[in-house]
């Protein structure tokens, strides 16, 4: 079917007035909708404030009034004013703890120093208790040793002094004071023997005696030196010092003998335990002495 040009227009123009109209109707809408909205968010927004307003009233009626909110401050101000005071205490007291604190550092220190002191003191002193110990120690030690060491001596003397004299009942005790280290010589019934009544024998015999009871005392190797040892000697006292001294008083015996003394017949009995010997011979014309290996008669 063929349409005209007005019903043409006529169908466009109703359409553009149904765009129009649903254009319309959806703005309307919308805006009915935007509205309701803002309409309920009003609402809630006056409920919200209405509710803040009824809580605030009841705030307000529980508000004190003026004169006791005066009274409050009062008080409030009395509490600051002693808070104040108390701080000012506080800060006093502190500085006062602070300035004991210092002096119980200080008080402290010179404990210490003190302390130090008397240790110090007490270790000196405790020092010299054990000195004055030991030395009574060592005293006492000396003492004995002293002691001990004169009885070994006394007895070493008399052994090689019975030994060596051809007379054995002429002297039975012999002692030495601890003190003066005098020598007391005693005979058999118990008198004293005055030495300067010994022969001169005799008197040779016991200096060698007391030489060989030192050396034997000391507990030492000393070596024996002799000098003319046989000169004032009889024959049997040199017989005895050839045979029983010399050989057995010391690992070493250096003897200073004239041909006189240490003859042929005492240089053979001597010869096994002699080492080495020298002659000084003197020559008068020079005025000098050499030495050679050899003895008088080698």
């Not at 104040?84 to 800060?91: A, D, M, P, Y």
């Not at 200080?106 to 020092?127: G, Y």
């Not at 003190?179 to 001169?200: A, I, K, P, W, Y």
């Amino acid at each position: 079917m063929a349409l005209k040009k007005h019903d043409i227009s006529n169908i466009v123009h109703d359409d553009a007035n149904d765009l129009i109209e649903a254009q319309l109707e959806q703005w309307y809408f919308k805006d009915a909708e935007q509205e309701h909205a803002l309409a309920t968010d009003l609402v809630k927004e006056s409920e919200d404030l209405t509710r803040k307003i009824t809580e605030n009233l009841g705030i307000l009626q529980h508000v004190p009034k003026d004169e006791d909110i005066a009274l409050q401050i009062s008080m409030l101000n009395n509490y600051y004013k002693e808070v104040g005071e108390l701080e000012g205490k506080r800060q006093i007291a502190e500085e006062a703890i602070d300035n004991c604190n210092k002096e119980i550092d200080r008080i402290n220190k010179n404990l210490d120093k003190e302390k130090n002191k008397i240790e110090e003191a007490a270790s000196h002193d405790r020092r010299l208790n054990i000195l004055v110990k030991v030395n009574k120690v060592l005293d006492l030690y000396e003492n004995q040793l002293i002691k001990s060491k004169i009885e070994s001596l006394q007895s070493n003397v008399l052994g090689h002094f019975s030994n060596l004299l051809h007379k054995k009942d002429l002297l039975k005790l012999l002692r030495i004071d601890e003190q003066t280290f005098n020598v007391t010589l005693e005979d058999e019934h118990g008198r004293e023997v005055d030495r300067s009544r010994l022969s001169e024998g005799e008197k040779q015999v016991y200096s060698v005696s007391m030489l060989a009871g030192v050396a034997k005392t000391s507990g030492r190797a000393l070596p024996i030196f002799v000098d003319t040892p046989l000169s004032r000697l009889d024959s049997e006292h040199r017989a005895n010092l050839v045979h029983k001294y010399f050989p057995a008083v010391s690992h070493q015996v250096i003897i200073l003998s004239t041909d006189t003394e240490i003859d042929e017949k005492y240089f053979n009995a001597l010869k096994p335990y002699v080492v080495r010997s020298y002659l000084f011979d003197h020559n008068k014309a020079e005025k000098f002495s050499s030495i050679k290996k050899a003895y008088f008669w080698d």
